[in-house]
């Protein structure tokens, strides 16, 4: 019990993380253009705060006026690091262990939308394949999180929502740590074929959700169940 107490406490204040920057066909558009960053890479703890959605206090995030061209159907990155100046080899302390995950909001002004509210809805997830969480391979490939944007969505601007959930301290509720940021987007080329079902932002995630509450010590997790809407796909 002494040594998952000590793994659960590894780095819980100073190995946290931030989306800071997002690549669009291998150009990185730099540290927060275009992304709403905050200059503290605390999580969110609590699934019922409007700071869910797009971060916020006790993480106050700074605007931007950027927004970001991308085509229907492409993959970006969305960048993680654990401080606004960090290195590519200094992404999150690899205790936090947990699954990565982006949404979508269609709205009106990028720049204007807070984020929280009805709208949104699931475009990538990773969890865990029995062996390798899916913030570990972030970790592991030097930040890189890849999102496929999908072909069949409307043309317009979008919040993009990047998330990763640290895990290591999730036994009880609150413990699960929600890292998300958001990147304005003007997403181009989509067949508008697609009507994605869109969840409200607090609202996807309950503390009781097996995905958010979770010791993944012991017992050892073998089947874990990715919290959230289910996956829109084309």
């Known amino acids: 019990m002494k040594l998952l107490s000590l793994l659960a406490a590894v780095g819980t204040t100073t190995a946290h993380t931030i989306f800071v920057s997002l690549e669009v066909d291998g150009t990185n558009h ?48 969305a960048i993680w690091r ?22 979508l909001k269609k ?40 999102i496929k944007i999908p072909e069949c969505i409307e043309d317009g601007q979008y919040l993009l929502r990047a998330e990763m959930i640290a895990l290591h301290g999730a036994g009880t509720y609150p413990g699960a740590q929600f890292y998300m940021e958001c990147a304005q987007l003007n997403i181009v080329g989509g067949s508008g074929s697609g009507a994605p079902a869109t969840h409200a932002i607090p609202g996807i995630y309950k503390g009781s959700d097996p995905g958010v509450q979770i010791s993944i010590y012991y017992p050892p997790v073998t089947n874990y169940v990715i919290p959230g809407p289910k996956l829109f796909t084309c």
């Open 107 to 146: 709205v009106g002004d990028a720049t204007s939308d807070a984020g929280p509210g009805d709208g949104w809805f699931k475009i990538q997830e990773d969890g865990f394949d029995g062996t390798t969480w899916g913030t570990s391979r972030v970790i592991n490939n030097a930040g890189k999180h890849q």
């Open 82 to 103: 654990h401080t606004l100046d960090s290195g590519p080899g200094n992404v999150m302390d690899p205790s936090h262990l947990g699954p990565t995950l982006a949404y």
């Open 30 to 77: 730099g540290v927060s253009n275009g992304v709403r960053t905050p200059t503290y890479d605390g999580p969110i703890t609590d699934v019922s705060s409007s700071s869910l959605a797009c971060n916020g206090p006790p993480n106050p995030t700074t605007p931007t006026s950027t927004v970001i061209d991308v085509r229907a159907g492409s993959t970006v990155t």
